[in-house]
């Protein structure tokens, strides 16, 4: 895992731009702790910081190799291949060689040897920009389901890119600037950001399963991958013994490092599915790592947090032989760490629930370089009520804003005007549906399933994946999502939703499919959502904050933000108040509004 960065420009002599990529790259270096490289040509100039995981002597970057034109090929690249043995071997056959044990350069070799269409044949989570000197012609690909970021912008007909918007926005020529659709999607959907858009004028995402050609004709993004739709004729037992088999193959190939590994174990039957098979699977020493948070006001007093996470993880690892880790996070790290999911995202995050994964990852950093991690099930298996409950099923938008309220609720009315958040939040709704496959002849409830299932995976997935990815990489610590392997999701995609929960049983598929690896206790304990700090004491703190910044004069939220219905809600209705999440959880809504403020002090609207 690491940070790259770069700049493309056909009509300038980039050699002499050192300084400018340096500073570019040095804005990734918490991503990639262990090196730093720039590489200039003419027309291109790469940097990476390098986080070493495989082949630690030689996987140093940005790497070149010699193409079949005598001009040499560079690749910055961020991520791991999964399948990269494999594929050395079939290059091998063909005659290739190898000068390092690296995924880094059979990634170049696979180039030289097929072409665009060796993304095709990459399993991994992954996001690189290749240079090919030859054709004068740069590659931005990212992997399928988007688990590494990669945005982009053509700044003064050039191209600048890198993993963080910090990395393009180093630039001279890119300006830290929001107009009226930024703002729509931090305030009519935060929840279901569209596939591609940066929120920052003029930067865009390479989206999942996408990749970008860029030359001096100009750029193209072109998508190699998506779900398709297919019969599914096993039943239950056939499909439980293929999810079993998928994932023993999965794990088995995210293990592979030269550093120590890890996993996270919040006793919940995704990441101790995983972590059990990690354990069967890893011949060294693995161990687990959990994160306890300030507890709810009582039992009871958290819906989607009904049991908490430590007896369940703490059994687990005693079943499997494994040293367990606790992170501890108490409400005064929550409070002086506001912005710590804003200085990572360079957006407004999820306060303490960004808060405490960082602390979390720091405490793993401690111990491993890699940890495993049980994200992307629920999308997988149908463990969100969201997907199951008809309320939020026939919800006329994104299932999961069922009765939920977005923040631009607390818009000012002239902006609202402009932003027009109901009619964004609609056309954005029908361009998601526009996407999702089906099978002629299905009824409508199939259909149905299959558009929430693939809502799931293009419009809510990438927010946990986001958040995973930036307070990881925040500690240089890479966290692995064997339940984000595509093929699972290509599966998954075409299984009825009857069959993940077989007996009325949320995610039993996944529960049936790993039940001879854990406690019963475990198998059958109902989902826990990640923990969230219900401390009255963190909440009445933020609340401070928050009115204290209604009586500033000069605070930038309120060029957006009506200050009296700001005022309102903080003081009277926090359990309606709206916040960038679909939990009813007032502390994040707070959060919100201080982020949002802090960010806006530093970026120009532009309506």
């Known amino acids: 895992m690491c940070g790259i960065t770069g700049w493309v420009d056909w009509t300038r002599d980039l050699r002499r731009q050192r300084p400018v990529i340096t500073d570019m790259t040095r804005t990734q270096s918490p991503r990639g702790p262990d090196a730093e490289g720039v590489l200039l040509f003419e027309h291109a100039a790469l940097g990476h910081r390098r986080l070493a995981v495989i082949d630690i002597e030689g996987g140093a970057q940005p790497m070149t190799r010699t193409g079949r034109h005598g001009a040499p090929v560079a690749v910055t690249f961020s991520g791991e291949i999964y399948n990269f043995r494999e594929l050395r071997a079939e290059l091998g056959a063909a005659g290739w060689s190898f000068t390092t044990r690296s995924d880094t350069e059979v990634l170049l070799v696979a180039y030289l040897q097929w072409g665009r269409d060796f993304v095709h044949r990459l399993n991994g989570m992954f996001a690189f920009a290749l240079w090919d000197e030859h054709e004068q012609r740069l590659l931005l690909v990212r992997d399928r389901l988007g688990i590494k970021p990669l945005y982009y912008a053509e700044p003064g007909g050039g191209v600048v890119f890198g993993s963080e918007p910090k990395a393009l926005l180093a630039h ?361 700090s219900r401390d009255p004491g963190y909440v009445a703190s933020l609340q401070r904050l928050v009115l204290d910044l209604v009586g500033e004069p000069g605070a930038p939220l309120f060029d957006l933000m009506d200050r009296e219905k700001v005022r309102t809600a903080v003081t009277s209705g926090l359990d309606t108040l709206p916040g960038p999440i679909t939990a009813r959880t007032s502390a994040i809504g707070l959060s919100y509004l201080l982020e949002l403020n802090q960010w806006l002090t530093g970026v120009r609207v532009v309506t």
């Open 172 to 532: 001279p020529e890119m300006a830290a600037e929001v107009d009226v659709e930024g703002i729509a999607e931090l305030m009519a959907v935060p929840r279901a950001r569209t596939p591609g858009h940066a929120v920052y004028r003029g930067m865009r995402e390479v989206r999942p399963g996408c990749l970008v050609v860029a030359d001096a004709a100009g750029l193209r993004e072109t998508r190699y991958w998506q779900v398709e739709a297919r019969p599914h004729t096993e039943d239950f037992g056939a499909t439980t013994d293929r999810v079993r088999s998928l994932l023993t193959d999965i794990v088995r190939r995210q293990l592979v490092a030269d550093v120590p590994v890890g996993t996270l174990l919040s006793g919940g039957i995704d990441s101790s599915a995983i972590t059990a098979m990690a354990a069967r699977e890893f011949a060294g020493e693995l161990t687990s790592h959990s994160v306890s948070v300030p507890a709810p006001a009582g039992p009871g007093s958290d819906a989607w947090r009904p049991s908490p996470d430590e007896p369940y993880a703490k059994l687990v690892a005693e079943r499997l032989g494994l040293k367990h880790f606790v992170t501890q996070v108490d409400t005064g790290s929550l409070v002086e760490g506001i912005d710590r999911g804003l200085r990572a995202r360079d957006l407004p995050g999820w306060g303490d629930l960004d808060t405490s994964m960082y602390h979390l990852f720091r405490g793993v950093r401690e111990r491993c370089t890699v940890a495993l991690s049980g994200e992307s099930a629920d999308e997988m298996f149908g463990g969100y009520a969201w997907q199951t409950d008809e309320r939020f099923v026939r919800h006329p938008s994104f299932p999961w804003m069922y009765g939920r309220h977005q923040p631009e609720r607390l818009l000012r009315e002239e902006v609202r005007r402009e932003v027009r958040p109901r009619e964004y939040e609609a056309e954005r709704y029908r361009q998601a549906l526009a996407e999702v496959p089906h099978l002629d002849g299905e009824d409508a409830a199939r259909r149905r399933e299959r558009e929430v299932f693939h809502l799931g995976l293009t419009r809510w997935l990438g927010a946990l994946l986001d958040r995973k990815d930036r307070m990881s990489m925040a500690v240089g610590l890479e966290v692995r999502v064997p339940f984000a392997d595509h093929r699972l999701a290509e599966y998954l995609y075409n299984v009825p939703a009857a069959l993940k929960a077989e007996g009325g049983m949320e995610k039993a598929l996944l529960r049936r499919a790993c039940a001879d690896l854990l406690p019963e206790e475990v198998v059958n304990r109902p989902k826990s959502a990640y923990p969230a």
